[in-house]
């Protein structure tokens, strides 16, 4: 049984080695992720999430994990900014509001999927021009869905959440730990 995380991302990695979990390969998935017209923001995370788990190549006992983080403004979908236009139009977008951070988590061993979507709440205070300049210029919302990241200087924009704050970040911990479990994996069993 290998293990094997389907996700490019670096906080993933990050996030799942605070579980002590370290993965035998990793193998970023390269699926279309434009949403589909009309498309809700939880569906689409979720089958976003479900695309990326069966797109990664495994052997029939490996474990595969993928994940897909959505920011969900009402009905609308802020994906991953194309430039640092859109960035600052998603910034103003969500200044002075709240909305919520989706985090659709699924594991895959041969046919056999599991799956999870962690819906938490985020609030950013009224951003001035200057803080939205000031943070466009760190570059630190390139590749993050909303154009921001909690675990970075926007976190100086997030005076409240509700939900989980690993969610947030791209991996929620708590129902990552449980699913990896429910599919076989030997979590914890070393420390035994
Ligand atoms: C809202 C938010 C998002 N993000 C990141 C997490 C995700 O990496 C990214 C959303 O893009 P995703 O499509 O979920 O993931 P990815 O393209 O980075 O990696 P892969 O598909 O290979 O797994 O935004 C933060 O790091 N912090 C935050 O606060």
């Not at 939900?163 to 914890?188: M, N």
């Amino acid at each position: 049984m290998a293990f094997i995380l389907g996700s490019g991302s670096p906080r993933r990695l990050d996030l799942l080695a605070q579980l002590g979990v370290q993965p035998d390969a990793i193998s970023a998935p390269d699926i279309d992720e434009d949403p589909e017209r009309g498309e809700l923001p939880l569906p689409y995370c979720a089958r976003i999430a479900r695309e990326k788990v069966h797109a990664v190549t495994a052997a029939p006992n490996d474990i595969v994990l993928c994940a897909d983080t959505t920011v969900a403004l009402g009905r609308r979908i802020l994906g991953k900014p194309e430039d640092a236009g859109q960035a600052a139009e998603f910034l103003h977008a969500l200044s002075g509001r709240r909305h919520r951070v989706i985090t659709s988590v699924a594991v895959r061993r041969g046919d056999r999927v599991l799956q999870r979507d962690v819906v938490s709440q985020v609030k950013v205070k009224r951003l001035s021009d200057v803080e939205i300049n000031a943070y466009l210029a760190t570059g630190d919302w390139q590749g993050k869905a909303g154009a921001y990241a909690i675990q970075g200087p926007a976190g100086a924009f997030i005076p409240w959440i509700s939900g989980s704050f690993t969610g947030i970040v791209g991996l929620p911990l708590s129902e990552t730990a449980g699913l990896l479990q429910g599919i076989g994996y030997p979590l914890y069993c070393e420390a035994l």
